[in-house]
């Protein structure tokens, strides 16, 4: 983790440093927006969906939020990206992305 002191998560850094940032206040209100429009089309809270709302098409390739561009995706698949051994990003494309290319 980045923001680690003695081997502890710092919450009030990283907030500061990432979270509280605008574009990071922005991206988790559409996270969230998408979360609701897509439990709601199927009866249930936000809390009950089992696995993550995921984007068709990412937000930051061009996507919308909305019913057509939603969809439930395991937690591991919607988060799935190639790592190096310094837990650095190899690719911006993830599993999903690339299994759609073929």
């Known amino acids: ?27 988790r209100a559409q996270r969230n927006k998408g979360r609701k429009i897509l439990a709601t089309s199927k009866g249930k809270k936000p ?12 937000i930051d390739k061009g996507g919308k939020t909305t019913l057509m561009n939603l969809f439930v995706e395991s937690a591991s698949g919607n988060r799935s990206f190639a790592r190096d051994s310094k837990s650095n990003l190899k690719s911006e494309v993830s599993k999903r992305e690339k299994k759609k290319k073929k």
Request: aromatic share 10%; proline share 3%.
């Open 47 to 58: 809390t009950e969906l089992k696995g993550d709302a995921a984007h068709k098409r990412a």
């Open 1 to 27: 983790m980045p923001w680690m002191t003695n081997g502890k998560r710092d919450y009030k850094k990283e907030y500061s440093k990432y979270q509280g940032t605008d574009e990071q206040k922005k991206n």
